[in-house]
Nanobody, 120 residues
Framework: QVQLVESGGGLVQPGGSLRLSCATS????????IGWFRQAPGKEREGVSC????????YTADSVKGRFTISRDNANNTVYLQMNSLKPEDTAVYYC?????????????WGQGTQVTVSS
C-alpha cells in the first residue's frame, strides 16, 4: 500500500521560503508521478506541481511557476517542494499525492498534509 507523509510546513513571512518533504513508501517507481496539491480553508483543491519518479519530468502550475520547484530523491524515497517568494495566497494545507500524471482529479493516495501559513 502506498503511504505518504508530509512535513516541513510552518509560519513564514511574505517573501520567505520553506521546503516541504514527502516521505513515500510502496510507490511504483516505473510509472508513478507524485505531486503536491494544496487546500485553503473554504476553497477547492488546487494542484501545485507534479514529478515523474522515473525520469524527473515535471509539471508546475502557473500560479507558482518560477517560485516553487519540485524534486525527488529516489534513493531516500522522498519528494520535495521548495517554495520561495511565498505570498499570503499560498497559505494552505499542502498534500503530496499520487498519481498526478493525468491531472488532479484522478489521485489515488495522499497524506495528512502540512500547514503552510504566509503572514506578516
Amino acid at each position: 500500500q502506498v503511504q505518504l507523509v508530509e512535513s516541513g510546513g510552518g509560519l513564514v513571512q511574505p517573501g520567505g521560503s520553506l521546503r516541504l518533504s514527502c516521505a513515500t513508501s510502496g510507490v511504483t517507481l516505473d510509472y508513478y508521478y507524485i505531486g503536491w496539491f494544496r487546500q485553503a480553508p473554504g476553497k477547492e483543491r488546487e494542484g501545485v506541481s507534479c514529478i515523474s519518479l522515473s525520469d524527473g519530468s515535471t509539471y508546475t502550475a502557473d500560479s507558482v511557476k518560477g517560485r516553487f520547484t519540485i524534486s525527488r530523491d529516489n534513493a531516500n524515497n522522498t519528494v520535495y517542494l521548495q517554495m520561495n517568494s511565498l505570498k499570503p495566497e499560498d497559505t494552505a494545507v499542502y498534500y503530496c499525492a499520487t498519481d498526478c500524471s493525468t491531472g488532479w482529479t484522478t489521485l489515488d493516495f495522499w497524506g495528512q498534509g502540512t500547514q503552510v501559513t504566509v503572514s506578516s
